[in-house]
């Protein structure tokens, strides 16, 4: 009988403690009409529900831990007044809401969701319209950002910031994000172990993708389409991208992927294609490159002279106006039984590897690297004839750069 | 001999449209397209940038400050074609003033493009003003390079 009581206060204590996390309702038409007032008086743990409708409200100031899910999906405006939802609580959940037109600003970076200094956030199933920023992470850690759609309409490069932006964070995870319009869809500054996936960023009005000094992060099957001026990543090592899209990057300054000071890092089984260049190299080492296609770009590959060490192993290139272009006469990297659809050998033993080796790099391609105006001769007979000369006795282009193993058929 | 009087009148001027599409003034950043000489980047943000003009006339641009000093601390071009140095005034976006003679600050507010996070200001007021509200160091053209050397080599 004595245990019986114990356990009956244990529950009880139990069933208390549960039931002191209450439920708040925001609604314009209930006793709680703004969610100014609903977070000043919820208690950690709460669970803040907003019912639809329209809300002009910034600054909102989440400083203890709380569920704030829309219901009907909520609008909350910011007015180009300032920062909309800022968190500096753990373990935060902020989802199904709409939030619009957080301010520009000159030294703060407002955002839509800025989370700071946090651990253990989800945002997800939220839509982001005409911020700033969007969503702003600093100083956190272990959070997730899933599932949201960020859109901006900005023109100006200058006035627009970033989609989803990490500063100092470690272990975030974001996946199936739609971001368009921003400044750079995806940034990163100092990011350690960030997983990157199924995510689409397209119409950014630089960087689809932007990274600096973000060790051992992994990219896949996300895409980028059509931004300004494709992707950028730069002084990090141990990067992995695997599975992606990096198509429809035109315009003098825009690449797939440009890799700047990248190393020991994988770019496994992407789609480079239409592209100016597809994959730009420079001061790279031991990267490796391989299963990836690159189709239709303007140049496939720029490998830099101060790259080395680095693989290019069994990919397509199929109809790139030049395969592989370089500035250098020397090469330490290896090229090895790629598919190139412009290799026009023999292959007598009939071991699905070419007899005689490819040189990738055309000499016109050199020319044009030194001389960029004389791109007008591109298709024309006397520079045919210059290509053809050249692989038979090379001497303005590499000697070393070459793929023993061609494979004459493309590679599944 | 009025034909060669014009060709004469013709040559002066070509050469003063030539001498003058040469002159060394005002340089600009066509931010949203020119990419910096260090780092590649598209130059995009208005609050930071830097020029390094060099005695023949040819203008390096530049994303940030540090990019700048980067650049010109590896010595890239020779010091002695250096004509002129210039970096973006943060409280007037796009305007470019003299490195040399700019007041720097370094702070994690400025959310500078290449992670330096410092910032140039035309005189003492319009940096303290800055320093006041959100602190940071103060430094010169010569306290930088030697900050930012010294970052280079760690």
């Known amino acids: 009988m004595k245990q019986f009581s114990s356990l009956t206060i244990y529950l009880l204590f139990v069933i208390s403690s549960t039931s002191i996390s209450k439920q708040i309702i925001v609604n314009k038409?209930?006793?709680?009409?703004?969610?100014?007032?609903?977070?000043?008086?919820?208690?950690?743990?709460?669970?803040?529900?907003?019912?639809?409708?329209?809300?002009?409200e910034y600054n909102l100031m989440v400083n203890k831990s709380l569920d704030i899910i829309g219901d009907g999906n909520p609008v909350i405006n910011g007015e180009n007044k300032g920062e909309v939802f800022t968190v500096r609580a753990n373990d935060v959940i902020i989802e199904g809401l709409t939030i619009k037109n957080a301010a520009e600003s000159f030294l703060s970076d407002n955002a839509g969701i800025k989370l700071d200094t946090v651990k253990n956030c989800l945002i997800k199933n939220n839509k982001l319209i005409n911020n700033f920023f969007a969503i702003y992470l600093a100083n956190s850690a272990d959070c997730q950002v899933l599932n949201n759609i960020i859109i901006a309409h900005g023109n100006s490069e200058v006035t627009s910031g970033n989609g989803i932006h990490l500063w100092y964070c470690k272990n975030i995870k974001i996946e199936n994000n739609n971001i368009s319009g921003q400044r750079d869809g995806i940034y990163f500054e100092f990011v350690r172990n960030a997983k990157i996936v199924g995510n689409i960023s397209h119409d950014n009005l630089r960087y689809g993708l932007h990274f600096m000094f973000s060790d051992s992060c992994e990219y896949w099957k996300n895409i980028f389409v059509h931004n300004g001026a494709g992707v950028a990543v730069m002084y990090t090592k141990f990067v992995n991208m695997h599975d992606n899209y990096f198509t429809d990057n035109w315009g003098a300054a825009s690449y797939g992927v440009l890799l700047k000071e990248i190393e020991y890092s994988q770019i496994e089984k992407n789609n480079f294609e239409s592209n100016t260049t597809g994959l730009y190299l420079e001061g790279c080492d031991h990267i490796k490159v391989d299963h990836n296609e690159f189709d239709n770009n303007g140049w496939a590959i720029k490998l830099m002279a101060n790259s080395e060490v680095n693989t290019f192993i069994s990919n397509n290139f199929i109809g790139n106006s030049f395969d592989i272009a370089t500035n250098s006469m020397q090469n330490f990297n290896t090229f090895n039984g790629n598919y190139w659809s412009k290799y026009s050998g023999y292959d007598l033993n009939k071991d699905g590897v070419g007899d005689i080796?490819?040189?990738?790099?055309?000499l016109f391609s050199i020319m044009v690297e030194q001389q960029p105006t004389s791109l007008v001769l591109l298709h024309s007979f006397f520079i045919n004839l210059l290509d053809a000369a050249e692989s038979f006795i090379p001497a303005l282009t590499p000697p070393a750069l070459m793929d023993n193993s061609p494979i004459m058929r493309k590679i599944n | 001999?009025?034909?060669?009087?014009?060709?004469?009148?013709?040559?002066?001027?070509?050469?003063?449209?030539?001498?003058?599409?040469?002159?060394?003034?005002?340089?600009?950043?066509?931010?949203?397209?020119?990419?910096?000489?260090?780092?590649?980047?598209?130059?995009?943000?208005?609050?930071?940038?830097?020029?390094?003009?060099?005695?023949?006339?040819?203008?390096?641009?530049?994303?940030?400050?540090?990019?700048?000093?980067?650049?010109?601390?590896?010595?890239?071009?020779?010091?002695?074609?250096?004509?002129?140095?210039?970096?973006?005034?943060?409280?007037?976006?796009?305007?470019?003033?003299?490195?040399?003679?700019?007041?720097?600050?370094?702070?994690d507010h400025f959310h500078s493009p290449m992670g330096i996070n410092v910032a140039a200001f035309i005189t003492e007021d319009a940096a303290e003003k800055i320093m006041n509200r959100y602190g940071g160091d103060k430094l010169s053209w010569t306290d930088l390079l030697k900050v930012l050397k010294i970052k280079r080599l760690m």
């Open chain 1, 29 to 56: 038409y209930g006793s709680v009409k703004t969610i100014h007032a609903a977070l000043e008086i919820a208690s950690v743990n709460d669970k803040i529900i907003i019912k639809s409708g329209n809300y002009n």
């Open chain 1, 357 to 362: 080796p490819f040189r990738p790099v055309r």
């Open chain 2, 1 to 107: 001999m009025p034909f060669s009087r014009n060709i004469v009148y013709l040559l002066l001027l070509v050469e003063v449209i030539l001498l003058s599409s040469c002159s060394k003034e005002s340089p600009k950043i066509n931010y949203g397209h020119d990419l910096c000489s260090e780092c590649s980047m598209q130059i995009m943000d208005t609050k930071y940038g830097a020029v390094l003009i060099t005695k023949k006339g040819k203008a390096y641009k530049f994303d940030s400050i540090e990019c700048l000093v980067d650049f010109y601390l590896k010595n890239v071009i020779p010091r002695d074609e250096d004509e002129s140095m210039w970096v973006i005034d943060f409280t007037k976006p796009k305007t470019l003033i003299k490195a040399e003679s700019a007041i720097y600050i370094r702070n």
